[in-house]
């Protein structure tokens, strides 16, 4: 089945524990990207990948790295949580830019 | 810089009546324009895109949307709602020279038996 998963579903830490949250696709998409969902704000995008070795920043990228080392993983990782990254994530793919998102089942973090 | 726009937080519809979940965007270029349907405890779906083409797309479960590049809106439609249509929905929108997607605050649809 063709899907984006992504690891761990929930996530409760304390600030400053480093974490990494897991993205893995399986449609061979070349376009990657991490987005955080907060009441009234919408999705922001956090990081993309246009391909592998290939990554940028989206509108809210402060306190978050990514890297995309295999063409199915973009992991999100967070050097140092604090409480205001508390929020849901979610990870997507497409094949290419105008393409539609295929979007994972989201991870809710909470950081006290 | 672009942006979305969607002017209602909530919009609540008996089933069986007309739905219209409003969207404005602002971009540099000939957008890339999309709707996306999120129920609870489960990511975002694809619903359609306008790329070129038909100002009217259709989609999935019977919605529709209509490009109008004057007002800069994308509108989603759906004729008649069914109660199973109650979720959240995000339009969203791209600069074809960027690959940045951006979107809109989202807007919770309650369908009433």
């Known amino acids: 089945e063709a899907q984006v998963t992504q690891n761990p579903r929930y996530l409760i830490t304390v600030t400053g524990k480093k974490l990494t949250v897991t993205c893995s696709q399986n449609m061979n998409h070349e376009y990657m990207s991490w987005y955080r969902q907060d009441p009234g704000l919408g999705l922001r995008q956090i990081y993309y990948s246009m391909n592998v070795e290939v990554t940028d920043k989206g509108d809210v990228p402060e306190g978050y790295k990514v890297s995309r080392k295999e063409k199915r993983n973009f992991p999100l990782i967070l050097e140092s949580p604090s409480p205001n990254q508390t929020s849901l994530y979610f990870c997507a793919s497409s094949p290419t830019q105008g393409s539609p998102l295929h979007f994972g089942n989201g991870t809710r973090l909470t950081v006290t | 810089a672009q942006s979305v726009a969607q002017p209602e937080d909530q919009v609540n519809v008996a089933e069986g009546n007309p739905l219209t979940v409003k969207c404005t965007y602002s971009v540099s270029g000939n957008p890339y324009l999309f709707w996306y349907v999120q129920y609870p405890n489960r990511g975002l779906q694809f619903l359609l895109k306008?790329?070129?083409?038909?100002?009217l797309v259709k989609g999935s479960y019977g919605f529709e949307a209509e490009f109008n590049k004057s007002q800069t809106s994308f509108h989603l439609k759906k004729p008649s709602a069914l109660v199973s249509d109650s979720a959240l929905y995000f339009c969203?929108?791209?600069?074809?020279?960027?690959?940045?997607?951006?979107f809109g605050a989202g807007t919770t649809v309650t369908v009433r038996a």
């Open positions: 306008y790329i070129t083409g038909d100002n």
């Open positions: 969203a929108v791209r600069d074809p020279n960027d690959y940045k997607l951006s």
